[in-house]
């Protein structure tokens, strides 16, 4: 045994570990390692004797909430080849075993009652010449177990012979740990044992409320995922970081939500904490539709410098706006008359005939004229500035004032009017000169309005005699009408409202709904346009020019010429007619069916091979119509043919032919007993033959060769699809269900595009499902604008083509695991982004954020997709930088027995919760299976 000395190959004092079995060859040895930090490990070196059975346990290790646990070993083992004289004895592996138990047995002990968890080999086992060297070949190795169910469990390592010394062991299980995430609180989880995502519901920090209920999912890897819903901050307190504060005194925050307390607005404050808004200051106020966040506020001051210009029986006011408006922009002027005798102190109100033009009260403007007073009569106008907040404080109104005194009279009102004649649009009337005209008329004012209006629109006329045709009005309307005689003294009062109706339409006028119609048209382009684009679609549609259909698709983009367009099959009336077009007939004889290798939706899916005249022999899948189909169907099941005729790329699968009739006498050549089904029923067989993709779907794939690709050959496979898809949309071809199950992989890792259809993609695909607005989407791999309001376009294809990039880089992971569609919805419109797959390159993954924009014009064009592909498959260096991954929470159950002195493992800059339950260093019994 001190032949072999393990490492550290250095002297080594020896402490007698408290529970080793005289007969187990496991010792307890103290050392130092390389960098003479003391170790103490476990050593076992019985390579000379066969039949080593050498037992090593840990204590019981309650299992506390973990499912699955992970064991981590660091360990050191000696190459047998390296130690002479022992070959069949010395053994280069060890094994490691579990047994669960609901409580401590002590040192019972029983061999049998462990489950092996794995045969641990060393990747580096040391010879002689490392000890010389002083070369420290640790081996670090990881393994899992689970699920485990009872209180707690043992951990035990088997030596059967080989040269071995342990120097670390560190159990853990990994968990999603408590955190707060937009207010709401997640508890510590602990993940399933199996693939599924744990859903957690949040609870509301204190001082918030629900805006919809948090969730989050704990991932196996003790990862939080997909926030959904959150927490607002109750009014009066505000969001700092994961807590919901009061405001501060002279603050306030008057809305539930997420934004910061505002400092209490102008003339207004709070004394303490928490306050939903700020009282106003002694002789300040806020009106009633006043924010908390405006200013308070005090009726303005009175107006200054009153002008008055009196013109016989009327007089123009005209002020100055007030020094202090109050701190407020609705300031408005009401003018109160009074009429004052001589000789009396008290005024009296002046009679409500006097007429104020605009009006008396709310004026807007600072002028006034006041009109219909009394001649040789003294009269007193108040003009008061007035503000929102007037009404609160009337001691605090002011106003300014003006006394005059008019003078001559002017002549009584009109009282006499006649009406002479009507018509659908004019009326003519007559009227006798007022009783007491006191001077000379000068003219007549005719003011009339629709009665309807109210007076808020009239029209004035000024007539010199004493009648007037009325024109340009509404036929069958009711107007209202006063007439006022004006002298060299002003305007008499005006006559009562005079009521008369024009004639109703007469019957033969022309069509004027028609001309209105048109005219409408006109000015809406887009109902114009719209019936010019149906009436060519129409004709379109009749016309055998495939450059004149695709007008009407691509996308909306204007195509340059020279460039071919995609043509949608369904533009032509009859879609068998298509099919001839871009799909070439084979005949049937010429093809031999070999095998089904899967099912598609219309039928069965076969590979064969097909031999056409002077041409070699090739591989083919072979796509059948199933039995008894619809017309419908078979438009459907041909319109994909119709469509992948017209693309000629190395990334999109290529069709070979059609076959849609078969001659009578024709011989089908079918070798596999289980294909008979692959060729259709009595009916009429239909039959899509495209090019033979030896290793099927990528995502099913991609599943069976886990790990197993370069980050070049998966770039690569990237490419080709993002080649694919520039050349699709350059056709102007949008695909709508591009995803890792319509892309087909060639046995030199080629990948092709698949999949072509029109009414197929919504209806069959399994991953479609009915969104609210009726149609049916694959929901994981579609752009938000595509579901929510149907807009596919080029770069709603980009967005799916990130979700192939995420299925692509995880190995055929099934988009947002298993979240439901709704929650994927909700998820991805609240902003969440699949996270980065496991040793994804940083540089695929900010490909794929740039691919979810939410704005689809940001996302990169298929063109731009390929040229980055391009330029990381140039320099591969760049691969190696992985995308952090979100962190992963450990926590350790159990033991590490490094003798250098326990500290909690920090990581900076990351939130790993490692939490050291057990800090023994030295648990391990040395068992002998006998005992
Ligand atoms: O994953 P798979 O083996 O590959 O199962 C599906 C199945 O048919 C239904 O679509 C396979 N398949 C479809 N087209 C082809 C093709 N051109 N070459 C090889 N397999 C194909 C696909």
């Not at 009337?394 to 009109?414: C, D, L, W």
């Not at 032509?572 to 799909?583: L, M, W």
């Not at 890792?740 to 209806?763: H, T, Y």
């Amino acid at each position: 045994m001190n032949d072999f000395i393990l490492f550290p190959p250095f002297p080594i004092s020896f402490i007698p570990p408290p529970c080793i079995s005289s007969s187990s060859q496991w010792e307890e040895i103290s050392g130092v390692d390389e960098h003479y930090t003391p170790i103490r490990t476990f050593q076992v070196c019985n390579v000379m004797e066969y039949s080593q059975n050498n037992w090593l346990r840990t204590n019981w290790i309650p299992r506390q909430s973990a499912q699955k646990i992970y064991v981590e070993l660091k360990f050191t083992l000696r190459d047998c080849n390296s130690i002479p004289l022992v070959l069949g004895t010395c053994k280069e592996t060890f094994n490691l075993l579990y047994m669960e138990t609901d409580e401590d047995q002590g040192s019972h002990f029983r061999e049998h009652q462990f489950s092996k968890i794995d045969t641990i080999a060393a990747d580096e086992s040391f010879t002689q010449m490392d000890l010389g060297d002083r070369i420290l070949k640790l081996n670090t190795e990881v393994r899992e177990v689970g699920p485990v169910t009872k209180k707690g469990f043992y951990l035990a390592f088997q030596d059967v012979g080989a040269c071995v010394a342990l120097v670390s062991v560190r159990v853990y299980f990994k968990k999603c740990p408590f955190i707060v995430r937009n207010l709401a609180s997640f508890p510590d989880t602990v993940p399933m044992d199996s693939q599924s995502l744990v859903e957690v519901k949040g609870s509301c920090v204190n001082h918030s409320k629900e805006e919809e209920p948090p969730r989050m999912y704990c991932s196996t890897e003790g990862e939080w995922l997909v926030p959904i819903g959150k927490c607002l901050c109750n009014v009066g307190y505000e969001d700092r970081g994961s807590s919901c504060q009061a405001c501060r005194a002279g603050f306030y925050k008057s809305l539930l939500g997420n934004v910061q307390c505002s400092k209490c607005p102008p003339h207004s404050f709070t004394h303490h904490e928490g306050a939903l808004h700020c009282g106003c200051e002694k002789n300040y106020f806020r009106a009633d539709g006043d924010l908390p966040s405006m200013a308070c506020t005090r009726p303005p001051s009175a107006p200054r410098n009153v002008i008055s210009v009196i013109n016989e029986t009327s007089v123009i006011l005209d002020w100055s706006w007030p020094e202090d408006t109050g701190g407020r922009k609705d300031v408005t002027f009401t003018v109160l008359c009074k009429r004052c005798r001589q000789g009396q102190r008290v005024c009296e109100a002046c009679r409500s005939n006097v007429r104020f033009l605009p009006r008396a009260a709310g004026l807007q403007n600072t002028t006034v004229t006041v009109g219909d007073l009394l001649a040789h009569t003294n009269y007193t106008f108040e003009i008061e500035a007035q503000n929102g907040v007037s009404q609160l404080a009337p001691t605090m109104r002011q106003y300014a004032a003006v006394t005059i005194t008019t003078n001559q009279a002017a002549p009584s009102p009109v009282t006499v009017i006649r009406k002479d004649r009507t018509s659908r649009n004019s009326i003519s009337l007559s009227w006798l000169e007022p009783e007491r005209p006191n001077g000379i008329i000068l003219d007549y004012e005719v003011k009339y309005y629709q009665k309807q209006e109210q007076e808020t629109s009239y029209t004035i006329l000024r007539s010199k005699g004493c009648n007037v045709t009325l024109g340009g009005l509404k036929a069958d309307t009711s107007y209202l009408l006063q007439i006022r005689a004006r002298t060299a003294a002003g305007y008499g009062a005006s006559s009562r409202s005079f009521e008369f109706e024009t004639s109703p339409d007469c019957k033969y006028r022309s069509d004027p709904t028609i001309l209105y119609t048109v005219e409408e048209l006109m000015g809406k382009g887009v109902t114009l346009i719209s019936i010019i684009v149906t009436d060519r679609f129409c004709g379109y549609s009749k016309s055998k020019q495939p450059d004149e259909k695709r007008l009407h698709f691509g996308n909306g983009h204007l195509r340059l010429p020279g460039i071919r367009t995609y043509v949608d099959p369904h533009t032509y009336e009859d879609p068998s007619q298509a099919v001839h077009e871009f799909a070439k007939e084979l005949d049937a004889s010429c093809i031999a069916i070999d095998k089904v290798v899967g099912a598609g939706e219309f039928g069965e899916v076969c590979s064969g091979r097909l031999r056409l005249p002077s041409k070699k022999e090739i591989c083919v899948a072979i796509k059948t119509l199933k039995a008894g189909y619809t017309d419908k169907q078979r438009r459907d099941f041909l319109s994909e043919a119709s469509i992948m005729g017209q693309f000629d790329h190395p990334n999109i699968i290529r069709l070979e032919g059609v076959v849609t009739r078969i001659a009578r006498g024709t011989i089908l050549v079918i070798l596999a007993p289980h294909a008979s089904f692959c060729l259709f029923s009595p009916g009429k067989p239909v039959m899509i033959v495209t090019e033979y993709m030896e290793n099927g779907s990528l995502d099913s794939f991609l599943k069976k060769h886990d790990a197993q690709f370069t980050g070049i050959q998966l770039v690569g496979m990237l490419r080709g699809i993002a080649s694919g898809m520039r050349y699709l949309s350059d056709m102007g071809y949008v695909h709508r269900d591009l995803a890792a199950r319509n892309i087909l992989v060639n046995s030199n890792l080629v990948c092709k595009v698949s999949d072509f259809g029109l009414s197929r993609v919504l209806e069959d695909d399994p991953e479609a499902a009915y969104t609210t607005r009726g149609g049916k989407i694959p929901i994981r791999w579609t752009a938000p604008e595509a579901i929510s309001y149907r807009k596919f376009t080029s770069a709603s294809d980009a967005w799916s083509y990130g979700i192939v990039l995420w299925e692509v880089m995880s190995y055929g992971e099934r988009p947002y695991w298993e979240m439901s569609n709704q929650d994927v919805i909700k998820a991805v419109d609240e902003g969440y982004r699949l996270p980065p797959p496991m040793d994804c390159p940083a540089a695929l993954y900010q490909l794929m954020l740039d691919c979810w924009q939410k704005e689809r014009n940001n996302r990169p064009k298929f063109e731009q997709i390929v040229s980055i592909l391009d330029k990381l498959i140039r320099n591969p260096g760049s691969l190696k930088i992985t995308a952090n991954t979100s962190s992963r929470y450990y926590t350790h159950l159990h033991l590490t027995f490094k003798l250098s002195t326990l500290t909690s493992e920090s990581h900076p800059g990351s939130q790993h919760l490692i939490q050291v339950l057990y800090t023994s260093t030295f648990n391990l019994q040395a068992l002998n299976p006998d005992l």
